[in-house]
C-alpha cells in the first residue's frame, strides 16, 4: 500500500526560507510523476512544483526562481524548497504521486493516483 506523509511546514516571515519533504512509502514504480500542491483557504487546489521519473522538472509561473524540486531516490523522499517566501505563499501544501510520467505536464486533468495530508506553510508580513 503507498503512502505519501509530508513534513516541514511551519510559520516564517516574507522573505524567509523553508524545506517541505515527501516521503513515499510502497510505491515501486520506476516511472513517476511527484509533484507539490498546495490550497489557500477559500481557494481551489493549485499545481506549485513537479519532477518527474526522467528528471525533467515542472514550476508553476508565482514560484519560479524561488522554489526548488528535487528528489532523493535513494531515499524515496521529494523536496520543496522554498525561498524568498510571501504571504500569498501562505497555504496547505500537499505532495502528489502518480504512475504516469506525463501526469506532471497535465495535473489540471484529473487528480493524481495519490495525495499526502499535507503540511501547513504560513508566511507572516
Known amino acids: 500500500q503507498v503512502q505519501v506523509v509530508e513534513s516541514g511546514g511551519g510559520s516564517v516571515q516574507a522573505g524567509g526560507s523553508l524545506r517541505l519533504s515527501c516521503v513515499v512509502y510502497?510505491?515501486?514504480?520506476?516511472?513517476?510523476?511527484m509533484a507539490w500542491f498546495r490550497q489557500a483557504p477559500g481557494k481551489g487546489r493549485e499545481g506549485v512544483a513537479g519532477i518527474d521519473s526522467s528528471g525533467s522538472t515542472r514550476y508553476a509561473d508565482s514560484v519560479k526562481g524561488r522554489f526548488t524540486i528535487s528528489q532523493d531516490n535513494a531515499k524515496n523522499t521529494l523536496y520543496l524548497e522554498m525561498n524568498s517566501l510571501k504571504p500569498e505563499d501562505t497555504a496547505m501544501y500537499y505532495c502528489a504521486a502518480d504512475y504516469n510520467l506525463r501526469w506532471c505536464h497535465s495535473w489540471d486533468s484529473r487528480p493524481p493516483n495519490y495525495w499526502g495530508r499535507g503540511t501547513q506553510v504560513t508566511v507572516s508580513s
Open positions: 510502497g510505491y515501486t514504480y520506476s516511472s513517476y510523476c
